[in-house]
């Protein structure tokens, strides 16, 4: 150990960076081979600091070691002698990883023999050093000289910077002469823009610990080089990437086949409704696509015969188009049912995979014992093989695993296992079946996808999924990972969804308490809220866990545009006019978005005989009450009249039931305080107000709610309003109609409303306003 540290202290590594070093097996023994062959090439010589330098960054960074002899002979004969150079190198043996090199293009591509002269260098300085001559003189010293040295260097791509630098500062003290007391003043600051109102809105959120969003739309976020993914056909380029002989060959053949095109896919399975997480994974992988000119398959990963659905599959396609996408073409893994088996023969006869009888819970967890048939013969495998899928097998007497460690540890992960089963689409013809290990990326091949876009936990499957391709020797496409969804205040799991249906707390998975997709269309959530929501939280690699509230945020900014105005009364009171004037109208017009009056009213009915909220009447006036009581007039929304009470009519047990009022027309009265919303002529209608289905934030946290999250359940998340009264105008709407209730919310019709009755989901309150009373 010691004999390796002062090695690397020789070529010019402090004694702690020599240490820390050590501590990484790979790159210790990298550099340790970097430094013996550069010593067969400088002999005797010394490695200096220079050259020990560029070693050091060489080993570090490269990626492919088979070309370690090669750069290190460039950097011990010094023809590379920069880092820059050094980067223009590794990228050009990332870029072409199969034999032979193209050494003419290689040493053109990183500068090996230009020589830079100081004419050159003197020229091209005083071209930029012209250019901002003017600025230059106006803000002197104080004038940012990293521009020159940009474009200096531009010009001057192998120069060395130093040089570079030393000849920019001496024509700027050419130009400028010697600095005076004023040139070391600081620079004043520009004086900060105030940010729109909405983005300010979001910096707050953002400081109150809330997790910031986006303020790009989902396509700039997606669009060519703004995720840093690879191009088509350009798959080895990827960190991680598993180059094989027959690679190149392999993505040549499939840029024939796509014609370079984008092609991704999302693969749920068909065994549950698809919830808000989903959303961000239906807008990444259709949206990646739709924003690179590239095309997305919905495909079905329907392996599992037992969980499967008819009702699944029709649900996802549904939410996917609901969302505002069209599969490029809806396919099943169950269509490669065929060509998965004979791959996994394939898999068999060259010794990568073998029939293991280890039962399921002996495989559980990371620690399973090692199975004692790995090492059977393949030809004994296969014929084991065969006789599972001819039924000969009870189920979990055998399965046929592949012979790979995983990234988390995990050993030789199950390929095919027996399910007695019938398959949705395929009946009895299979009785072993596919896994997710096996399935995924076989399939992703043979539809030619470029990227494989999942959540973060398949990363420890990433090393599998290129494995498999690899073994078999079929084209690879390329995984990237991106961070999960989460919301606060809602479980998402199928289990335990299944568990709330079954207990009674929801009637099914489509309640709009729920989260899921269906759920949140049923309430009302309008889906470019849902996608704008997406967008705003981003394309993270980190898992993001957001409030609900920021979602409804994102449903009234659409419903607000989108929903036209009614009136509605939740809890009425019936107010009586006692002289309203003979020939008044018997109808008002009423504006479907007063802030817009050009896009439309309808008109609503109108007589002596009202009804208003039972809270816009009090009997007895409170401090900042602004409302109707016997002391203070109120305006009606867009009558034009304003009512005073004349007398309170009460049952026997003394509540207020009727109201008796005048009327005075609004350009004749005083104006009043407030004005309020009433209907006249009313449908009644039943009205579902929903909150929150859980107490507490994180419901599955065991620390949160010892209890189990069925025991967090809110008393208080529905309250069914039977007798509410709204205006005639919505008696044609149909199932998912949006309107917002004036002063009240935005509602939309349930699937449950009838040709007698209408139902009105509260999708999400009006905005707050607390001065309000």
């Not at 006019?577 to 008044?584: C, F, V």
């Not at 896009?599 to 809270?615: A, C, D, M, N, R």
């Amino acid at each position: 150990m010691a004999d390796v540290t002062t090695l690397f202290v020789s070529i010019g590594l402090s004694e702690q960076k020599a240490k820390e070093t050590l501590k990484n097996e790979a790159l210790s023994s990298t550099l340790k081979d970097a430094i013996s062959q550069a010593q067969n090439v400088v002999g005797s010589a010394a490695i200096d600091k220079a050259m020990g330098t560029l070693l050091y960054n060489m080993a570090s960074r490269l990626k492919d070691t088979r070309r370690l002899g090669f750069l290190t002979e460039y950097i011990a004969k010094r023809k590379i002698t920069s880092e820059l150079q050094l980067s223009a190198a590794l990228e050009f043996v990332k870029s072409y990883p199969q034999d032979p090199l193209d050494n003419i293009a290689f040493e053109s591509s990183c500068g090996v023999g230009v020589v830079v002269t100081h004419e050159q260098i003197e020229d091209v300085v005083e071209q930029v050093i012209k250019k901002y001559k003017n600025q230059l003189q106006e803000e002197r010293y104080r004038f940012n000289m990293g521009l020159l040295m940009g474009e200096a260097r531009a010009g001057l791509k192998w120069a060395d910077g130093k040089v570079i630098k030393n000849e920019v500062d001496l024509q700027v003290l050419h130009l400028l002469g010697p600095k005076t007391e004023a040139d070391f003043e600081k620079k004043p600051k520009a004086p900060k823009a105030k940010p729109p109102e909405k983005e300010k809105q979001e910096v707050e959120e953002a400081a109150n610990g809330e997790v910031k969003v986006e303020a790009k739309s989902l396509m700039e976020q997606l669009r060519g080089e703004a995720l840093k993914f690879h191009k088509p056909g350009e798959n080895f380029k990827t960190e991680g990437y598993v180059v094989t002989p027959n690679t190149m060959a392999l993505l040549k053949k499939h840029l024939e086949l796509t014609g370079g095109q984008v092609r991704s896919r999302f693969p749920p399975e068909p065994n549950g409704i698809l919830h808000i997480g989903h959303a961000k994974a239906i807008n990444f992988n259709f949206g990646y696509a739709k924003a690179n000119n590239g095309i997305c398959f919905l495909r079905y990963d329907d392996t599992n015969p037992e969980k499967e659905e008819e009702k699944y599959f029709t649900a996802i396609k549904d939410m996917v188009e609901w969302l505002g996408y069209t599969p490029y073409a809806i396919t099943h893994a169950s269509d490669n049912f065929q060509q998965l088996y004979d791959w996994a023969e394939e898999l068999i006869q060259r010794g990568q995979a073998y029939v293991c009888h280890q039962r399921g819970e002996e495989l559980k967890g990371h620690n399973a014992p090692p199975s004692p048939w790995r090492d059977r013969p393949a030809e004994e495998s296969l014929i084991l093989f065969r006789r599972m899928k001819r039924g000969m097998f009870a189920e979990g007497e055998a399965t046929l695993r592949m012979k790979m460690v995983m990234e988390d540890g995990k050993m030789d992960p199950v390929a095919y296992r027996i399910k007695y089963t019938p398959h949705h689409r395929t009946g009895d013809t299979w009785c072993i079946y596919p896994t997710y290990d096996y399935t995924h990326c076989l399939c992703d091949s043979i539809e030619h996808i470029t990227h494989s876009l999942c959540t973060k936990e398949f990363q420890a499957r990433r090393s599998s999924y290129y494995w498999l391709c690899n073994a078999l020797d079929v084209y690879c496409p390329v995984q990237w990972e991106y961070g999960r969804l989460n919301l606060t205040y809602t479980v998402v799991s199928k289990r335990k969804i299944i568990k709330l249906v079954e207990e009674g707390i929801v009637r099914d998975w489509d309640d709009p308490r729920l989260f899921t997709l269906t759920a949140l269309r049923r309430r009302g959530f309008p889906q470019q809220a849902i996608n704008n929501f997406c967008a705003r939280v981003g394309v993270t690699v980190a898992q993001v866990t957001m409030e609900p509230h920021l979602l409804e945020a994102c449903v009234r900014e659409v419903l607000n545009e989108q929903a036209p105005r009614v009136m509605a009364v939740l809890e009425p009171l019936k107010v009586t006019i006692t002289n309203l004037p003979a020939g008044s109208p018997t109808s008002v017009p009423v504006p479907d978005f007063p802030a817009n009056e050009a896009k439309g009213s309808h008109t609503v009915p109108f007589s002596k005989v009202l009804y208003i909220e039972q809270s816009d009447f009090r009997e007895v006036m409170e401090k900042g009450y602004k409302r109707l009581t016997p002391d203070q007039p109120v305006g009606l929304r867009h009558a034009g009249y304003v009512i005073s009470v004349q007398r309170v009519i009460k049952d026997a047990s003394g509540k207020v039931t009727e109201l008796e009022v005048t009327c005075a027309a609004t350009d004749s009265a005083e104006k009043p305080k407030a004005f309020i919303h009433w209907v006249s002529q009313p449908l009644e209608c039943e009205v579902r107000l929903y909150e929150r289905l859980f107490l507490h934030k994180n419901p599955e946290d065991s620390a949160e709610v010892p209890g189990g999250f069925l025991s967090d359940i809110n008393p208080n998340s529905l309250q069914v309003i039977s007798s509410a009264l709204v205006d005639q105008s919505v008696a044609k709407a149909k199932v998912f109609d949006k309107f917002q209730f004036e002063r009240v919310g935005y509602f939309s019709v349930d699937p449950d409303s009838t040709p007698q009755k209408m139902v009105f989901n509260r999708t999400v309150t009006l905005k707050e306003d607390p001065g309000k009373i």
